[in-house]
């Protein structure tokens, strides 16, 4: 998530202070994973300095001077600009899991193992979050529905492997990988000339 657009959104409906904007981006985006003051300040210098944002008042306090902060007209514009901008779809395909999966076949190790693991823990993270979207509100609900189908498909995908993986043990014995789904046979001679 872009942290700096975010905070510019905050902005847009009243200044506010360092602190407001880490407290009000931890409930509604820090989903467990707060920010750190350090990066609240540093990315409102960045702001600052790309003349997104201003300080719109000091006010003192028991330690240093609160800076309250505003939005400039470059700040709304840029976060229109952000929020019309659709986000690039993920798309996987340097995946570790695979990695691991091509990995185990190639060593000899039980490739079934390894996607039995990853699918004990994949539903132990689902089940967590739908009892935090059943006991949260529809903040929580939203965020973990987007959670739950990325890893309804990333089940679906293990299933789909599990299925393949007698095939994809075949493709690898007989085949040298060059990238992620584009095996080639190895066409190398040797030194005396003849096919390897």
Known sequence: MSIG?????LLESSPRHGYELKRLYDE?????????YGQVYATLARLLKS????VDGVEPGAGPERKRYAITAAG????????GQPEKPDVYLQNILYAKVVLGLLTGRDATDIL??????HLKVMRELTRR???GDLADELICDFALFHLEADLR???LTAARLDQLAATLAGTQTV????PTHDTSERRDGSPA
Do not use: C, N
């Not at 509604?28 to 750190?36: A, C, E, K, S, T």
């Not at 709304?76 to 929020?83: A, I, N, R, S």
């Open 157 to 159: 995908w293990l299933e």
């Open 5 to 9: 657009q975010t905070f510019l959104g």
């Open 133 to 135: 979207k059943t006991s």
């Open 179 to 182: 990238g992620v789904g584009t």
């Open 76 to 83: 709304v514009t840029d976060v229109g600009q952000w929020l």
């Open 51 to 54: 003349g997104l944002v201003e």
């Open 28 to 36: 509604r985006f820090g989903q467990g994973r707060p920010l750190h």
């Open 116 to 121: 039995d693991v990853q699918r004990t823990a």
